[in-house]
């Protein structure tokens, strides 16, 4: 079973524009993840944002978290063509080191 | 550093055949995942190892898929037999968490995963 919902499913965008996806999760957690999966590869951990944080940055990517309505953003400036992939978002629970992924949110950035 | 490597990563079989795949995780991590992941889905924990010990299989289907890590190293997933729906990928994760003593960064490092089609 699948702990978050990233929204949209899909978003296709020109280089250079902003991209934003969501993730939705249901119950309360340590920390929320954000991993990019290019296709036909494994996944690769982009951020990790902590319960008691709001927002971080790291390079292009920002990312906010608001446990109140159980809910993260990623945010990737100035996009390239490379940044075309799978984004999912992971939560992993109150004391636990299980983590459970979304459903993905599927970009394509247009040269 | 060598990643995550799991084998092989094509495997085409006909059903109600057994299958297994391998994997190596990063030297020193001693945590390890697998996840399965079908078409256009997020990843599906199916067994989660602290060392040796599998602390998480409650989403293994045992009637058929079995897992090992002996020696708290490398890890084999079996899946006997094989039926048209395990027709997915199967990836594996390492990390360096160490649950018993709260002590990790929570990152996952994923290998590149191995394709199992069914016929």
């Known amino acids: 079973s699948q702990q978050g919902e990233e929204d949209p499913q899909a978003l296709s965008i020109q280089e250079g524009e902003n991209a934003t996806m969501n993730c939705s999760y249901k119950?309360?957690?340590?920390?929320l993840q954000w991993y990019r999966q290019n296709s036909g590869r494994g996944l690769v951990h982009l951020i990790l944002?902590?319960?008691?944080?709001r927002e971080k940055h790291s390079g292009r990517l920002r990312v906010t978290l608001d446990t109140s309505k159980k809910s993260s953003s990623l945010l990737i400036t100035a996009s390239r063509a490379a940044d075309t992939a799978s984004y999912f978002c992971?939560?992993?629970?109150?004391?636990?080191?299980?983590?459970?992924f979304g459903t993905g949110t599927r970009l394509k950035v247009l040269a | 550093e060598a990643g995550v490597v799991q084998s092989p990563r094509y495997k085409i079989i006909e059903k109600k055949q057994p299958v297994a795949f391998w994997c190596n995780p990063i030297?020193?991590?001693?945590?390890l995942y697998w996840y399965l992941q079908n078409l256009g889905q997020g990843p599906e924990l199916l067994i989660r190892?602290?060392?040796?010990?599998?602390?998480?299989d409650s989403q293994l289907p045992k009637d058929r898929f079995s897992a090992e890590r002996l020696k708290g190293v490398d890890s084999t997933l079996k899946i006997q037999p094989a039926e048209l729906g395990d027709s997915a990928v199967y990836l594996c994760?390492?990390?360096?968490?160490?649950?018993?003593?709260?002590?990790?960064?929570?990152?996952?490092?994923f290998g590149e995963g191995s394709r199992l089609t069914v016929l």
């Open positions: 190892y602290e060392n040796e010990e599998a602390v998480d």
């Open positions: 030297s020193g991590h001693n945590t």
């Open positions: 992971a939560t992993s629970r109150g004391g636990t080191y299980k983590y459970i």
């Open positions: 944002i902590r319960s008691n944080e």
């Open positions: 119950t309360s957690i340590n920390n």
């Open positions: 994760a390492s990390s360096l968490d160490r649950p018993r003593t709260g002590v990790g960064t929570g990152e996952l490092f």
